[in-house]
């Protein structure tokens, strides 16, 4: 009963370097997310995907890239890590039918840019 | 734009009751979720309201007024576990992949 995971779960990265945050479900969902969790910013939705091959643009997300290859997986790029950037980084997935589907959330991704 | 506000902190006692509230300020409004989220882990699903009213479930219930653009969740029996930080979340539009806009959460302490 895996639900959503992310990997890896701890990362440090130094400014300018790159790299890539995988999220999988087996709920067979077609809604994905990526959200970044700030202190007193609460969770603020960077891409999302309402398919396979298909990504758009949330609240913040310039500096990150998406893909959705495969339906079961959201990737999400970071290209030139800055400090800006450290931060919690939470995968959700949903169902595309009805009114009050809740997102489910992986466990996060703890990265720090130093 | 999306407001949605919170008070950031409150302390209950166990065996209490705790009512959490949230307000917002959506271009639209298409339902609205409380999650609880433990710290260090990730947000869960408690609640969601779409009409007025109360949906209860269990010690944990959600009222919703949309005349209000007003929420609260509401803890009863409290117990130690339910120290966590409650997150209120609006979906303004039924488009895209039906977004939701979270607020600050409220963390809540539970004193013996």
């Known amino acids: 009963n895996a639900g959503v995971t992310q990997t890896p779960k701890f990362r440090v990265l130094k400014t300018g370097q790159s790299m890539t945050l995988l999220c999988a479900q087996d709920m067979n969902h077609e809604y994905m997310y990526w959200y970044r969790q700030d202190p007193g910013m609460g969770l603020r939705l960077i891409h999302y995907?309402?398919?396979?091959?298909?990504?758009a643009k949330g609240e913040v997300p310039d500096g990150y890239n998406v893909s959705r290859l495969k339906k079961q997986n959201f990737l999400l790029g970071l290209e030139s890590a800055a400090p800006s950037q450290t931060s919690v980084y939470f995968c959700?997935?949903?169902?595309?039918?009805?009114?009050?589907?809740?997102?489910?959330f992986g466990d996060g991704t703890r990265l720090s840019i130093l | 734009g999306q407001n949605i506000d919170q008070p950031t902190e409150m302390t209950a006692t166990e065996g209490a009751i705790v009512q959490i509230n949230c307000t917002y300020q959506?271009?639209?409004?298409?339902?609205l979720f409380w999650y609880q989220q433990h710290a260090g882990e990730a947000p869960t699903f408690l609640s969601y309201?779409?009409?007025?009213g109360l949906e209860e479930k269990g010690r944990f219930s959600s009222f919703l007024s949309r005349s209000k653009g007003y929420s609260y969740l509401l803890l009863k029996e409290l117990q130690m576990k339910d120290s966590a930080s409650y997150l209120c979340?609006?979906?303004?539009?039924?488009?895209?992949?039906?977004?939701?806009?979270f607020g600050t959460g409220t963390r809540l302490t539970v004193i013996p």
């Open positions: 959700a997935s949903s169902h595309s039918e009805g009114a009050g589907e809740p997102q489910h």
């Open positions: 979340a609006v979906r303004p539009y039924l488009t895209g992949a039906n977004n939701l806009f």
């Open positions: 995907s309402v398919g396979e091959g298909t990504t």
């Open positions: 959506t271009s639209g409004f298409n339902g």
């Open positions: 309201n779409v009409l007025d």
